[in-house]
């Protein structure tokens, strides 16, 4: 079964190995229809009152018995990624002049690139995640220098920006006011894909010097808002994925790309963000 979240949803994320017996093991109730990691029988097979009785008086397994993936996992992985993004941001910061952003542009078609292989990758590749961070740090290190130099404080503004919609999304997705359903992952993407097309058909037109009004006035603090509100969107599919993925056994490996989900969408949300609070604050 195919995660909702665009970064998970192929052959290979967030499923268990052949070591873990049971999982697609016959066919499943409509209930679970949209979970990938309903529990069943192992092999289809129907336990009796008898072995029921004696997985629920065993101890529970914990992550070192079984290699599944847990919460732990998941922050610390994240945790990772996310310090290796900032250190490698901070290097471009204090090294790279303010002129030689052409050089963060190559760097950030390197992290789209290698993106893309981690996001097709059947298998999971701690090494990749982190060469990712590190090269999307170096752009946004640069990328965050260029407007600071034009916007002085606008970094430390779109930092906590970012933290408080990370926060604010955490919170309604746990409190149930978010509900992570089929309808809504797929009107969610819908908008996104569009989104991302408006920003491409954007960025060729002012390529040719033209301006359809993105980022400036009115219709680009739109813009920018829709774009936050599609990064909280992105977060609340990393959440649902993540609790899936905890909650059906999913190999602890997977931890790893959840983490790379996490950062997607907070580079996502960051990067808005800046966009928003620049046009904002305009020629001050």
Known sequence: MRS???????EGSFTRDSGYAGFDAGPRSSAHADNPYAQQAPYGTQLTDQQLAEMYGAPSAGPL???????????ARTALTLLTLVAAGTVAWFTVPVESYNVAVLVALAAFAVGLVITFKRSVSPPLILLYAGL?????GTLSKVFETLWPGIVIQAVLGTTAVFAATLIAYKSGRIRVTPRYAKIGISI???????LLVNSIAWAFGADLGLRSGPLGIL??????ALGAFFLTL????IEGGIRGGAPQQESWRAAFGLTLSLVWIYLEMLRLIAIL???D
């Open 65 to 75: 018995q079984t290699g599944r993936m847990t919460m732990d996992d998941v922050v």
């Open 136 to 140: 999307e740090g170096f752009f946004l």
């Open 238 to 241: 990393d959440f649902n994925d």
């Open 223 to 228: 813009v920018g808002l829709l774009g936050i």
């Open 4 to 10: 909702s979240n665009p970064v998970f949803s192929r």
């Open 281 to 283: 604050r305009g020629d």
């Open 192 to 198: 996104a894909i569009g989104f991302v097309i408006l």
